[in-house]
């Protein structure tokens, strides 16, 4: 038996993505399974529901509970999704996220040609898991963003910190966090001071060891420094 379609509910079941955004979201920072939670959000808003909890935004993807609750933490840190606070005078107040620093981010025609602290910040969990081969765990993620917050460390000399342990051959957030500490403490703020820093300490490596072999040039570990 035939079922009638009804052209009516598949017109109402559509919705609006920008074209945009699937173009640009990588430009932006984003990863794919983020770019499907900020659709997720989308679509509960356009039935009602502006601040879905991470077990409903789970239940139409291939992310877990914890996973959602992870990223929603994470593009509010980064910039792309804020939570608002509606009916102030009443009780109890209610809560729903917002798309609109995205698309404030999305539509800013200089985004291409220059980058923002934001976008910066959001190159920054990329970066290390480029670097790592996998993707970061919670915890992982928490130590970004408390490098970020509570340390107020800058975007490119983490990224700095990232490189000395690669080229340290320690790549793994405990000497990532000494790294930056021991900069903190001797008050190293720039990738340039942390440049020379690096270049005074792996020199002065260099001049105790007695190895007779030629030594190995290590200057083109420094090139990422460049343009920062």
Request: hydrophobic share 35%; net charge negative.
């Amino acid at each position: 038996m035939n079922k009638k379609i009804h052209y009516q509910d598949i017109i109402q079941d559509q919705m609006t993505v920008s074209k945009k955004l699937l173009t640009s979201y990588y430009k932006l920072g984003l990863h794919e399974t983020e770019l499907i939670l900020l659709l997720q959000l989308s679509r509960f808003a356009d039935e009602g529901n502006h601040f879905p909890t991470p077990f409903e935004l789970s239940q139409s993807a291939s992310f877990s509970e914890e996973e959602a609750a992870n990223m929603l933490r994470k593009l509010v840190q980064k910039g792309f999704l804020s939570i608002e606070k509606n009916n102030a005078d009443l009780t109890p107040i209610s809560e729903s996220y917002s798309l609109e620093p995205l698309l404030e981010k999305l539509y800013d025609e200089d985004i291409a040609v220059n980058k923002t602290e934001d976008e910066n910040i959001g190159n920054i969990f990329i970066l290390f898991e480029q670097e790592f081969g996998r993707p970061l765990s919670p915890f992982e993620i928490e130590t970004i963003n408390s490098w970020l917050d509570a340390d107020s460390i800058k975007p490119s000399l983490i990224k700095a910190g990232l490189r000395e342990s690669v080229l340290m051959g320690k790549l793994n957030f405990k000497y990532i966090d000494r790294i930056l500490r021991e900069w903190k403490k001797k008050g190293i703020h720039t990738v340039q001071d942390a440049r020379k820093a690096s270049q005074q300490f792996h020199q002065s490596r260099s001049d105790q060891n007695t190895d007779t072999r030629p030594k190995r040039d290590t200057s083109f570990y420094y090139n990422w420094l460049e343009g920062e």
